[in-house]
């Protein structure tokens, strides 16, 4: 049967590609750097025959015309190119992503699914870091992180562990490795409220996700202006401490937290812990390895790179 050989989670942001050269901490960038590479080092050796790709989407794939809780990718995979990140076509293994998604829905956690599926950065840059140099297909799995009302973090967990269930079942010898992408803690200059806009930085954003598809790139430009305008507000003893629990195997905790709660300890962007407790879940809440972590307000973002083994006591059920 197929099976889980890694988890892999690892921050992402665009800056990382287009303003390396605005970069004041630079110990601490070539840190979180290397800390991608000796991840990229250990997917490799796992030799994975596909990736489970969890991430987010902003608004270059989704709108608000229809965000599904979950959207798995069994067809096309396609890549927007945006900040430097890959672009085009991806390699996948629809058969496999067909068979898991029917094996999600099978046991209660329904994704939605996407024939021709477009993803931004949220996935693209692990892509471009963690998959480098490696020929393997993903299977992206796109957790709806930013547009309330958000899937709750016990829904999440019963998704990561019930891919473990699905993998299981689905035939063949393959090697699974699950990515997560997104995180740590960030605070995004987008509305709390996309409703209820403030101001025209706001209002222009709730225009762009909601009239961007099929011409996400008109509204770009002003976008990544306002990204890059934005303050810095980082929560670097939240991030140190959920490494330092990752390490322990002390996870489950986290399983409980409200989006208030992310977002007061982690900010808005802090919301992305979804897409790595799909990740842990699936490897049984099994104690990890952080390779990195760089506060980085160059990238608006507490910077994390871990990854956990699938431990002996991990079952086909996804728990300890």
Request: charged share 20%.
């Amino acid at each position: 049967m197929a099976s889980i050989v890694l988890g892999v989670a690892a921050s992402h942001s665009t800056l990382m590609n287009t303003h390396w050269d605005k970069v004041v901490n630079t110990d601490r960038a070539e840190a979180f750097r290397d800390g991608l590479a000796a991840a990229r080092d250990r997917i490799a050796a796992a030799a994975p025959d596909v990736v489970v790709l969890v991430g987010s989407n902003h608004f270059r794939g989704f709108w608000l015309d229809m965000i599904p809780s979950f959207t798995m990718g069994v067809g096309e995979v396609i890549a927007a190119g945006d900040g430097g990140t890959p672009k085009g076509p991806q390699k996948t293994d629809p058969e496999f992503a067909q068979a898991l998604a029917q094996q999600l829905v099978d046991r209660g956690t329904e994704v939605a699914i996407s024939a021709r599926l477009q993803i931004d950065h949220g996935q693209a840059h692990a892509i471009q870091y963690l998959l480098d140099g490696i020929d393997v297909p993903v299977v992206p799995l796109v957790v709806n992180v930013f547009a309330a009302p958000l899937p709750t973090m016990p829904r999440v967990a019963e998704l990561g562990a019930n891919i473990t269930r699905a993998v299981a079942e689905i035939g063949g010898d393959k090697r699974v490795v699950v990515i997560a992408s997104g995180g740590l803690s960030h605070q995004l200059p987008w509305p709390s409220d996309w409703t209820a806009p403030e101001g025209d930085d706001e209002e222009f954003l709730v225009d762009a996700w909601l009239n961007g598809r099929g011409e996400w790139e008109r509204y770009n430009d002003r976008r990544r202006e306002i990204i890059v305008s934005a303050q810095p507000t980082i929560f670097p003893d939240f991030d140190e401490t959920w490494l330092a629990d990752l390490e322990k195997g002390d996870m489950r905790q986290y399983a409980e937290l409200t989006s208030e709660q992310i977002a007061e300890v982690a900010g808005n962007g802090g919301q992305e812990l979804r897409t790595w407790m799909v990740m842990i879940a699936a490897l049984g809440f099994a104690p990890g390895k952080a390779l990195a972590y760089s506060e980085m307000p160059e990238w608006l973002t507490g910077m994390g790179v871990a990854v956990i083994e699938p431990s002996e006591t991990t079952t086909q059920d996804g728990d300890r």
